[in-house]
Protein backbone atom coordinates (compact mmCIF):
# COMPACT_ATOMS: atom_id res chain seq x y z
CA UNK A 1 0.00 0.00 0.00
CA UNK A 2 3.39 1.96 0.50
CA UNK A 3 3.98 1.82 -3.17
CA UNK A 4 3.87 5.54 -4.79
CA UNK A 5 1.18 6.23 -7.83
CA UNK A 6 2.59 9.80 -8.48
CA UNK A 7 5.66 11.49 -9.16
CA UNK A 8 5.61 15.40 -8.75
CA UNK A 9 7.70 17.81 -10.75
CA UNK A 10 10.60 18.56 -8.58
CA UNK A 11 10.78 15.33 -7.03
CA UNK A 12 11.70 13.38 -10.64
CA UNK A 13 14.61 11.36 -9.06
CA UNK A 14 13.07 10.40 -5.85
CA UNK A 15 11.29 7.70 -7.26
CA UNK A 16 14.40 5.88 -7.05
CA UNK A 17 14.85 6.38 -2.94
CA UNK A 18 14.35 3.78 -1.02
CA UNK A 19 13.87 4.43 2.98
CA UNK A 20 13.79 2.20 6.05
CA UNK A 21 11.87 3.14 8.75
CA UNK A 22 12.34 1.81 12.01
CA UNK A 23 9.31 2.08 14.16
CA UNK A 24 8.46 1.45 17.30
CA UNK A 25 5.22 0.27 17.40
CA UNK A 26 1.61 1.52 17.73
CA UNK A 27 1.72 2.20 21.62
CA UNK A 28 -0.10 5.87 21.48
CA UNK A 29 -2.67 7.75 19.11
CA UNK A 30 0.39 9.58 18.07
CA UNK A 31 2.78 6.99 16.99
CA UNK A 32 -0.18 5.54 14.53
CA UNK A 33 -0.47 8.64 13.52
CA UNK A 34 3.04 9.16 12.75
CA UNK A 35 3.10 6.14 10.89
CA UNK A 36 -0.25 6.85 8.23
CA UNK A 37 1.31 10.51 8.03
CA UNK A 38 4.73 9.04 7.15
CA UNK A 39 3.79 6.54 4.58
CA UNK A 40 1.29 9.82 3.18
CA UNK A 41 4.62 12.12 2.70
CA UNK A 42 6.59 9.68 0.79
CA UNK A 43 4.18 8.79 -1.28
CA UNK A 44 4.01 12.64 -1.81
CA UNK A 45 7.78 12.92 -2.48
CA UNK A 46 8.02 9.50 -4.61
CA UNK A 47 9.77 7.59 -2.40
CA UNK A 48 9.28 4.03 -1.25
CA UNK A 49 9.47 4.05 2.18
CA UNK A 50 9.58 0.01 4.16
CA UNK A 51 8.25 0.15 7.67
CA UNK A 52 9.28 -2.03 10.28
CA UNK A 53 6.93 -2.38 13.30
CA UNK A 54 9.33 -3.62 16.42
CA UNK A 55 6.64 -3.77 18.72
CA UNK A 56 8.21 -1.98 21.71
CA UNK A 57 11.43 -3.70 21.29
CA UNK A 58 14.85 -2.36 20.74
CA UNK A 59 16.08 -5.75 19.74
CA UNK A 60 13.53 -5.63 16.75
CA UNK A 61 14.33 -2.36 15.96
CA UNK A 62 18.40 -3.30 15.79
CA UNK A 63 17.10 -6.32 13.55
CA UNK A 64 15.12 -4.23 11.27
CA UNK A 65 17.97 -1.87 10.97
CA UNK A 66 20.50 -4.60 10.17
CA UNK A 67 17.59 -5.85 7.81
CA UNK A 68 18.07 -2.42 5.72
CA UNK A 69 21.87 -2.50 5.70
CA UNK A 70 21.65 -5.80 4.19
CA UNK A 71 19.08 -4.44 1.56
CA UNK A 72 21.37 -1.70 0.64
CA UNK A 73 18.21 1.20 1.45
CA UNK A 74 19.30 4.40 0.29
CA UNK A 75 18.29 5.73 3.88
CA UNK A 76 17.15 5.13 7.30
CA UNK A 77 14.61 6.70 10.21
CA UNK A 78 14.82 5.43 13.48
CA UNK A 79 12.45 6.49 16.56
CA UNK A 80 14.47 4.97 18.60
CA UNK A 81 12.35 3.83 21.67
CA UNK A 82 14.97 3.93 24.74
CA UNK A 83 17.92 6.55 24.54
CA UNK A 84 21.10 4.15 25.01
CA UNK A 85 22.38 0.98 23.55
CA UNK A 86 22.96 2.23 19.77
CA UNK A 87 26.53 2.67 18.90
CA UNK A 88 26.93 -0.57 17.02
CA UNK A 89 24.17 -0.42 14.80
CA UNK A 90 24.58 2.57 13.91
CA UNK A 91 28.63 2.18 13.54
CA UNK A 92 27.52 -0.75 11.07
CA UNK A 93 25.05 1.70 8.63
CA UNK A 94 27.73 4.11 8.68
CA UNK A 95 29.88 1.67 7.59
CA UNK A 96 28.15 0.75 4.87
CA UNK A 97 27.34 4.75 4.01
CA UNK A 98 23.83 4.73 4.84
CA UNK A 99 22.82 8.10 6.06
CA UNK A 100 20.61 7.42 9.83
CA UNK A 101 17.83 9.89 10.26
CA UNK A 102 16.36 9.92 14.13
CA UNK A 103 13.08 10.71 14.39
CA UNK A 104 10.67 11.79 17.72
CA UNK A 105 13.23 10.34 19.84
CA UNK A 106 16.83 11.05 20.81
CA UNK A 107 19.75 9.05 21.88
CA UNK A 108 22.73 9.04 23.99
CA UNK A 109 25.78 8.64 22.19
CA UNK A 110 29.90 8.38 22.10
CA UNK A 111 29.41 10.08 18.38
CA UNK A 112 27.29 12.92 16.91
CA UNK A 113 28.53 11.48 13.77
CA UNK A 114 26.39 8.38 13.98
CA UNK A 115 23.51 10.13 12.60
CA UNK A 116 23.00 12.82 9.83
CA UNK A 117 19.70 14.43 11.94
CA UNK A 118 17.26 14.15 14.59
CA UNK A 119 13.49 15.41 13.86
CA UNK A 120 12.22 16.16 17.24
CA UNK A 121 9.91 18.64 19.08
CA UNK A 122 11.90 19.81 22.43
CA UNK A 123 10.74 17.33 24.85
CA UNK A 124 11.94 19.21 27.55
CA UNK A 125 9.84 22.41 27.00
CA UNK A 126 7.03 20.33 26.53
CA UNK A 127 7.25 19.30 29.78
CA UNK A 128 8.02 22.66 31.21
CA UNK A 129 5.16 24.10 29.28
CA UNK A 130 2.95 21.72 31.16
CA UNK A 131 4.56 22.28 34.26
CA UNK A 132 3.99 26.13 33.91
CA UNK A 133 0.73 25.86 32.94
CA UNK A 134 -0.46 24.24 36.67
CA UNK A 135 1.50 26.57 38.64
CA UNK A 136 -0.46 29.46 36.46
CA UNK A 137 -3.58 27.37 36.97
CA UNK A 138 -3.42 26.66 40.70
CA UNK A 139 -2.33 30.03 41.41
CA UNK A 140 -0.63 29.54 44.91
CA UNK A 141 -3.26 26.83 45.94
CA UNK A 142 -1.60 23.66 47.38
CA UNK A 143 -1.38 20.90 45.26
CA UNK A 144 -0.33 17.22 45.19
CA UNK A 145 0.67 15.85 41.43
CA UNK A 146 0.96 12.68 40.57
CA UNK A 147 2.88 11.85 37.20
CA UNK A 148 2.34 9.46 34.75
CA UNK A 149 5.87 8.93 32.89
CA UNK A 150 6.35 7.39 29.58
CA UNK A 151 8.86 4.01 28.65
CA UNK A 152 11.41 3.59 30.88
CA UNK A 153 14.79 4.84 29.26
CA UNK A 154 13.01 7.09 26.62
CA UNK A 155 13.82 10.14 25.73
CA UNK A 156 10.40 12.17 25.83
CA UNK A 157 9.77 10.11 29.56
CA UNK A 158 13.23 11.43 30.43
CA UNK A 159 12.73 15.03 29.55
CA UNK A 160 9.26 15.52 30.02
CA UNK A 161 9.68 14.37 33.67
CA UNK A 162 12.67 16.95 33.66
CA UNK A 163 11.04 20.08 31.95
CA UNK A 164 7.98 19.93 33.95
CA UNK A 165 10.49 19.53 37.35
CA UNK A 166 11.48 22.86 35.72
CA UNK A 167 8.21 23.98 35.48
CA UNK A 168 7.10 23.73 38.82
CA UNK A 169 10.51 24.52 40.53
CA UNK A 170 9.25 28.10 41.56
CA UNK A 171 6.25 26.87 43.08
CA UNK A 172 6.57 25.68 46.41
CA UNK A 173 2.79 24.89 46.63
CA UNK A 174 3.11 22.37 44.30
CA UNK A 175 4.56 18.67 45.06
CA UNK A 176 5.04 15.82 42.71
CA UNK A 177 3.85 12.94 45.32
CA UNK A 178 3.62 9.70 42.97
CA UNK A 179 5.65 8.89 39.83
CA UNK A 180 5.74 6.06 37.56
CA UNK A 181 5.88 4.31 33.95
CA UNK A 182 2.55 3.49 31.96
CA UNK A 183 4.84 3.04 28.73
CA UNK A 184 2.71 5.39 27.06
CA UNK A 185 -0.32 3.27 26.56
CA UNK A 186 -3.99 3.83 27.60
CA UNK A 187 -4.20 0.88 29.40
CA UNK A 188 -1.44 1.46 31.38
CA UNK A 189 -1.71 4.39 32.45
CA UNK A 190 -5.47 3.74 33.67
CA UNK A 191 -4.07 1.12 35.89
CA UNK A 192 -1.17 2.94 37.32
CA UNK A 193 -3.86 5.57 37.69
CA UNK A 194 -5.98 3.25 40.03
CA UNK A 195 -3.00 2.87 42.21
CA UNK A 196 -2.53 6.31 42.81
CA UNK A 197 -6.03 6.65 43.40
CA UNK A 198 -6.00 3.95 46.04
CA UNK A 199 -2.88 5.33 47.65
CA UNK A 200 -3.99 9.20 48.24
CA UNK A 201 -7.07 8.54 50.00
CA UNK A 202 -9.04 7.87 47.03
CA UNK A 203 -7.74 10.02 44.70
CA UNK A 204 -9.36 13.09 47.20
CA UNK A 205 -6.11 14.19 48.20
CA UNK A 206 -4.82 14.33 44.31
CA UNK A 207 -4.75 18.06 43.01
CA UNK A 208 -3.44 17.33 39.43
CA UNK A 209 -2.27 14.53 36.92
CA UNK A 210 0.72 15.19 34.69
CA UNK A 211 0.70 12.47 31.77
CA UNK A 212 3.80 12.55 29.80
CA UNK A 213 1.24 11.72 26.54
CA UNK A 214 -2.56 11.60 26.36
CA UNK A 215 -3.33 8.47 26.01
CA UNK A 216 -2.37 7.46 28.99
CA UNK A 217 -4.12 10.56 30.18
CA UNK A 218 -6.79 9.36 28.55
CA UNK A 219 -7.07 6.00 30.39
CA UNK A 220 -6.43 7.63 33.46
CA UNK A 221 -9.68 9.89 33.23
CA UNK A 222 -11.35 6.64 33.11
CA UNK A 223 -9.95 5.81 36.30
CA UNK A 224 -10.77 9.00 37.75
CA UNK A 225 -14.28 8.34 36.34
CA UNK A 226 -14.96 4.86 37.95
CA UNK A 227 -13.39 6.24 41.40
CA UNK A 228 -16.26 8.66 41.17
CA UNK A 229 -14.35 11.77 40.92
CA UNK A 230 -14.96 14.39 38.43
CA UNK A 231 -11.62 14.38 35.79
CA UNK A 232 -10.68 18.29 34.51
CA UNK A 233 -12.03 19.63 37.60
CA UNK A 234 -11.76 17.46 40.67
CA UNK A 235 -8.34 16.57 39.15
CA UNK A 236 -7.28 18.38 37.08
CA UNK A 237 -5.44 16.57 33.59
CA UNK A 238 -2.57 18.27 31.71
CA UNK A 239 -0.58 15.82 29.37
CA UNK A 240 1.46 16.05 25.63
CA UNK A 241 0.67 15.45 22.29
CA UNK A 242 -2.39 16.93 21.22
CA UNK A 243 -4.49 13.64 19.95
CA UNK A 244 -8.25 13.94 18.86
CA UNK A 245 -9.33 12.06 21.80
CA UNK A 246 -8.18 14.62 24.48
CA UNK A 247 -9.78 17.58 22.79
CA UNK A 248 -12.76 15.40 23.03
CA UNK A 249 -11.77 15.42 26.56
CA UNK A 250 -11.28 18.71 27.18
CA UNK A 251 -14.41 19.88 25.27
CA UNK A 252 -16.38 17.66 27.58
CA UNK A 253 -14.63 19.20 30.21
CA UNK A 254 -12.37 16.02 31.43
CA UNK A 255 -8.99 17.11 30.76
CA UNK A 256 -7.45 20.37 31.01
CA UNK A 257 -4.41 20.89 28.72
CA UNK A 258 -2.37 19.55 26.37
CA UNK A 259 0.92 20.38 24.36
CA UNK A 260 1.09 19.68 20.84
CA UNK A 261 3.36 17.13 19.09
CA UNK A 262 3.16 16.75 15.20
CA UNK A 263 3.19 13.27 13.63
CA UNK A 264 4.88 14.92 10.72
CA UNK A 265 8.16 13.98 11.20
CA UNK A 266 8.88 12.06 8.22
CA UNK A 267 8.02 14.84 6.12
CA UNK A 268 11.39 17.29 6.69
CA UNK A 269 13.48 13.98 7.47
CA UNK A 270 12.38 13.34 3.90
CA UNK A 271 13.02 17.06 2.70
CA UNK A 272 16.58 16.92 4.68
CA UNK A 273 17.53 13.88 2.88
CA UNK A 274 16.94 14.75 -0.49
CA UNK A 275 18.86 17.78 -0.23
CA UNK A 276 21.82 16.10 1.39
CA UNK A 277 21.68 13.49 -1.70
CA UNK A 278 21.14 15.84 -4.32
CA UNK A 279 23.42 18.58 -3.30
CA UNK A 280 25.55 17.26 -0.40
CA UNK A 281 24.28 19.71 2.28
CA UNK A 282 24.12 18.48 5.61
CA UNK A 283 21.40 19.19 7.72
CA UNK A 284 21.57 21.06 11.11
CA UNK A 285 21.75 18.33 13.63
CA UNK A 286 18.21 19.10 15.19
CA UNK A 287 15.40 19.89 12.97
CA UNK A 288 13.03 21.34 15.73
CA UNK A 289 9.19 20.72 15.38
CA UNK A 290 6.99 23.46 17.12
CA UNK A 291 5.38 22.98 20.43
CA UNK A 292 1.95 24.67 21.40
CA UNK A 293 0.00 24.53 24.48
CA UNK A 294 -4.16 24.12 23.95
CA UNK A 295 -6.55 24.11 27.05
CA UNK A 296 -10.33 24.06 26.85
CA UNK A 297 -10.43 27.83 26.22
CA UNK A 298 -8.79 27.05 22.82
CA UNK A 299 -12.21 25.49 21.28
CA UNK A 300 -11.08 22.14 21.45
CA UNK A 301 -14.57 20.61 20.07
CA UNK A 302 -13.54 22.36 16.22
CA UNK A 303 -9.79 21.06 16.82
CA UNK A 304 -11.21 17.42 17.44
CA UNK A 305 -12.83 17.78 14.41
CA UNK A 306 -10.01 19.32 12.78
CA UNK A 307 -7.47 17.16 13.91
CA UNK A 308 -9.19 13.76 12.75
CA UNK A 309 -8.60 12.93 9.60
CA UNK A 310 -4.84 14.06 10.07
CA UNK A 311 -3.59 11.04 10.06
CA UNK A 312 -5.74 10.01 12.98
O1 LIG B 1 4.63 11.65 22.74
C1 LIG B 1 4.06 9.36 22.63
C2 LIG B 1 4.67 8.27 21.86
O2 LIG B 1 8.33 9.68 21.01
C3 LIG B 1 7.71 11.89 21.39
O3 LIG B 1 6.05 8.57 21.81
C4 LIG B 1 7.23 10.53 21.07
C5 LIG B 1 6.22 9.94 22.05
C6 LIG B 1 4.82 10.50 22.01
O4 LIG B 1 4.26 7.04 22.02
O5 LIG B 1 2.70 9.40 22.50
Known amino acids: ATTVAI ?5 ANAADLTVGFSQIGSE ?15 EKRGINLKIADAQQKQENQIKAIRGFVAQGVDAIFIAPVVA ?18 LLDRTIETASDDLYLTAVTSDTVHEGKVAGEWLV ?23 NRKKGFEEGIA ?11 TGDFTRSKGKEVMEGFLKAENGGKDICALYAH ?20 KD ?14 A ?5 ANATVELTPNMAGPAFDALKAFKDDGKAPPKWIQTESKLYTQADDPKKVYEEKKGLGY
Open 250 to 254: MSEGE
Open 213 to 232: NDDMAVGAIQAIKEAGLKPG
Open 136 to 158: KTVAGKDCKVVELQGTVGSSPAI
Open 84 to 101: TGWDTVLTEAKEAKIPVI
Open 28 to 42: SGWRAAETSVSKIEA
Open 7 to 11: AFAGY
Open 170 to 180: SASNIKITRSQ
Open 235 to 248: ILVVSVDAVPDIFK
